[in-house]
């Protein structure tokens, strides 16, 4: 069977035995800090078998696209060298929630892998382990089922720690789990190993293809196992790995999916398809590529984009040491589409952003790839033992982004290991240092620690009472504030926002009784206030109560700004895809910067269509609406969060346009999406690999924007004698009327040369028999020269020439020697020592050559160095 018919057979079966088919979830887990990747069948059922949520189904069937690169499940290290392991697979599974558990589940298993309907598998080959205590699992395979007890095996905890074992099951450190049954097949004698549980269980003799996973715990922070509301049933058979036994192979690299996929790989790189490790490699990496950017990730230096960087950039260098000339990597997901396409739908849709998105990837690594792999053998041809120093390793990291698992790969290879614990101290001595980078000329101000939450009331005013808790000056408490000294003032509760979420704080003024503080900025420090400025005026004393005043019409244009980077995000999204994610933001009352993922320059035509977008939203005047609520109920709702913030249980969940964008943010935003008054975009571009910056502005300094572009086009049409309307005409013409001025001027100095060549020639002299001719013509191009060099050398038949002139304070020079001498005289060595004269360098073909310099001075001495040049070299 081909691996495309056991899909299809598992979800069918399953389906008779009354399972609802069920699409795979994305490879970024819905609403799950505690995983990078989805790892198996059962993320996207996590809340079923918690209880959490309920289903129209309570029996259910999936083929799951599964990612295990990084995190606790990372088979990164081991792929290409073992039979089995992927970074991408694909997990055939059951569930049942609170409906069948062990009887019925083992049973399912059995009956599909044996029977003559489904696989046929002959049961003698079939062996099953249990947990160790689970009783009620071994009973049913022994006495049900009717496994000899020889082909049964218990597993304990054999992983160090109580339930730390191949038999029992978890996700993650916490959330569900339980005890586990699991099949294996035995692929014969001839290969070796030994069965579970065995010293040799390592080998390939012995093959797990199921896993019967009884959900019955939820486990918590603390290591407490939590019954679950219902007993529950997790099935999962790797698609991979049941294709190799009924294809009668070995080797998951075996089977149909795979060598369609080799074959691919050895085209792109150009080698033959001998099941190198390395094709091995590209092969695997290419799924894991192409699904993780069908997903919206992208290449990036943190989180899920870095191990996608790392997975390309080990496709690639493997790639490399089979041959691979140029970019290779992305030629293969066409390959990967015709074999997966069908079965996920995503990758047709998304396969020219794939291509798009791994062609950049390639290109950028290749510039470190070569020059980092040079200092590498340089490193390793000094080296002395076995071990790679932490140094190296790092520096390969560090200057030409080598992970380290790359530089692991090359070890591996030379048989050589890595210092990792070197490694890790040279990762804290950089930390350390841009700890140390961070904080040289830090204001002492954002040192100030103090122990006293100060109570927010700015969301609905900006202006309040405060009473003074701390001072602080210099960094340093004191009690009081003299006029004309700078400080910080901390107040139980005030009105001034402080920065945070790439909000900058409000400013404006602290005041009684002739006492007057002037807030310049507002910043947090632990749940505190500060507030930053200077005492204008009186006496201030801790405990002093004053009036806190917030400079209203800068914190309503910071407002507008920010809710105009929550239109600007959803709209990104719309026009760009899915997988832009804000990356960090900058919001005051005169500009907004929002920097997101995304994998290449926006397109004009998507700029405009951005502005559209969000002025759209803006003409609508929706309300912005607020809610607080608990973080889960926030993210069931579909926020987002945003880059770089921290949020505790209780969160702000902010919405515009009816759903149009719907965010977490604990920001200062408009009442309505109609105080923005008008949106305009005034620059975008790159700031990173991966990361682009737009910058916008709202409101009036939007609308002044506008205007100074209308001075600008008016000054211009006034400039051709236009308006606005046939400005664009005019300049048309201008710039046509130009082309044809620069082309005759081209004519008239060819035609000049021209007549100077024909008097020119005359004044060629004979340098031992040979016609010399060295001339100065200022204010000719090196185009011109040329010209005249090759008519020179026409008419004169036998000769050797040097023209030189001045042109924009540069020297220009062009020699020439007709094809007669070019066996005794070359151009390009008249022209080195020409170019030297004039502080410059030049060389070309023996018969012609170019060259200039700066020193005009030297010019006339450059030209006599012709006569010499013929003397010398006869």
């Known amino acids: 069977m081909k691996s495309a018919e056991i899909r299809e057979a598992f979800l069918r079966f399953f389906e008779e035995q009354g399972h609802t088919r069920v699409a795979s979830s994305s490879l970024i887990p819905a609403n799950d800090p505690t995983l990078l990747f989805t790892n198996a069948g059962m993320n996207q059922f996590k809340d079923c078998f918690l209880g959490l949520e309920k289903r129209a189904y309570t029996r259910a069937v999936s083929s799951q696209k599964c990612v295990r690169a990084g995190g606790k499940h990372n088979d990164l290290e081991n792929v290409g060298y ?7 697979f694909e997990m055939l599974g059951n569930f049942s929630f609170g409906d069948y558990f062990k009887r019925d589940a083992i049973t399912y298993a059995w009956t599909f892998l044996t029977s003559e309907k489904w696989l046929n598998l002959p049961k003698d080959k079939l062996w099953v382990t249990v947990y160790a205590s689970d009783d009620e699992a071994y009973d049913i395979w022994t006495q049900e089922v009717g496994i000899p007890h020889e082909r049964m095996v218990r597993i304990g905890d054999n992983k160090g720690a109580p339930y730390a074992s191949d038999n029992f099951w978890a996700m993650g450190d916490t959330g569900p789990c339980g005890p586990c049954t699991e099949i294996f097949f035995d692929h014969g004698d001839h290969i070796w190993g030994g069965p579970p549980g065995s010293p040799e269980e390592d080998g390939d003799r012995y093959i797990e293809i199921w896993n019967n996973v009884f959900m019955q715990f939820n486990r918590t922070a603390d290591g407490v196992m939590h019954p679950l509301p219902a007993p529950s049933v997790d099935t999962g058979m790797g698609l991979e790995r049941i294709s190799a036994v009924l ?24 080698c033959a398809n001998e099941a190198q490790a390395s094709l091995k490699v590209v092969a695997d990496h290419i799924r894991s590529c192409g699904f993780l950017i069908a997903d919206g990730v992208v290449p990036s230096n943190e989180g899920r984009g870095y191990v996608l960087r790392r997975i390309i950039r080990r496709a690639c260098r493997h790639g490399n040491k089979l041959g691979a000339k140029g970019s290779f990597f992305y030629q293969i997901v066409a390959a990967l589409v015709a074999e997966m396409g069908e079965a996920f739908p995503e990758l047709k849709q998304q396969q020219a952003q794939i ?7 390639e290109e950028q690594f290749a510039k470190t790839l070569e020059q980092g792999l040079r200092i590498l053998e340089q490193d390793l041809a000094e080296l002395k033992g076995t071990v790679i120093p932490g140094e190296v390793v790092f520096k390969l990291y560090d200057t030409f982004g080598f992970p380290m698992d790359l530089t692991g790969d090359i070890a591996r290879e030379r048989e050589l290991t890595l210092d990792e614990a070197g490694f890790e101290r040279e990762m804290e001595a950089q930390r350390v240092r841009a700890r140390s980078a961070s904080s040289f000329g830090m204001d002492y101000n954002s040192l100030v620690k103090v122990d006293v939450d100060t109570r927010f009331t700015g969301y609905s005013a900006t202006q309040d009472s405060g009473k003074v808790v701390a001072l602080f000056k210099a960094g340093a408490a004191v009690e009081q504030l003299q006029a004309g000294e700078e400080g910080v003032v901390v107040l139980d509760q005030t009105p001034f926002y402080a920065e945070s979420g790439g909000q900058v704080g409000d400013c404006g003024y602290l005041s009684v009784d002739g006492l007057r503080f002037d807030v310049r900025d507002t910043t947090k420090a632990g749940a505190a206030f500060l507030h930053h400025g200077v005492l204008v005026s009186g006496s201030l004393q801790v405990g002093a109560s004053l009036n806190a005043l917030v400079d209203a019409d800068v914190r309503q244009a910071t407002a507008r700004n920010h809710s105009a980077t929550h239109l600007l995000h959803a709209a990104l999204r719309q026009v760009l ?37 969000v002025n759209r939203e803006i003409r609508l005047n929706s309300a912005v609406e607020t ?28 919405s515009m346009g009816g759903g149009f964008s ?67 005409d005019k300049l048309s013409a201008l710039l046509e009327r130009n082309r044809l001025l620069e082309k005759e001027l081209e004519q008239l100095k060819a035609k000049a040369a021209s007549a100077a060549g024909d008097d020119m020639s005359a004044a060629a002299v004979e340098v031992k028999g040979i016609k010399v001719l060295a001339a100065r013509l200022d204010g000719l191009d090196g185009k011109a020269l040329l010209a005249l060099v090759d008519q020179l050398k026409n008419k004169l038949g036998s000769a050797v020439i040097l023209l030189g002139g001045v042109q924009d304070d540069k020297v220009v020079l062009v020699a020439g020697v007709t094809q007669d001498l070019t066996a005794k005289l070359k151009a390009g060595e008249l022209m080195k020592q020409a170019a030297a004269a004039v502080g410059g360098k030049g060389g070309g073909r023996p018969d012609m050559a170019q060259g200039g310099g700066t020193d005009a001075a030297a010019l006339d001495g450059a030209l006599e160095l012709a006569r010499a040049f013929v003397e010398q070299g006869l």
């Open 82 to 88: 073992t039979a089995r392991h992927h970074t991408f």
């Open 577 to 613: 895809g899915e997988h832009v994610q804000q990356k960090g933001s900058l919001v005051d009352s005169q500009r907004l910067r929002f920097d997101f993922s995304h994998f290449e320059a926006i397109k004009p035509e998507q700029l405009k269509a951005l502005e559209d977008i």
């Open 247 to 270: 294809q009668h192979v070995n080797s998951n690299y075996e089977i149909d999916l795979f060598q369609s996929l080799l074959n691919a790989a050895a085209k792109a790189i150009g």
């Open 355 to 361: 291509e798009r998105v791994l062609k950049n990837e």
């Open 662 to 728: 719907v965010e977490l943010c604990g920001g200062i935003h408009a009442a309505r999406t109609g105080d923005i008054a008008l949106f305009k975009i005034t620059s975008e571009g790159g700031v990173a690999a991966g990361v682009r910056r737009i910058e916008a502005v709202t409101g009036a300094p939007a609308l002044a924007w506008l205007n100074a572009a209308e001075e600008q086009l008016k000054e211009a049409a006034a400039l051709v004698k236009g308006n606005r309307d046939n400005v664009l």
């Open 627 to 654: 809610e607080e609520t608990d973080i889960e109920t926030a993210k069931a709702k579909g926020a987002m969060a945003l880059f770089g913030e921290k949020y505790g249980d209780n969160v702000r969940v902010l």
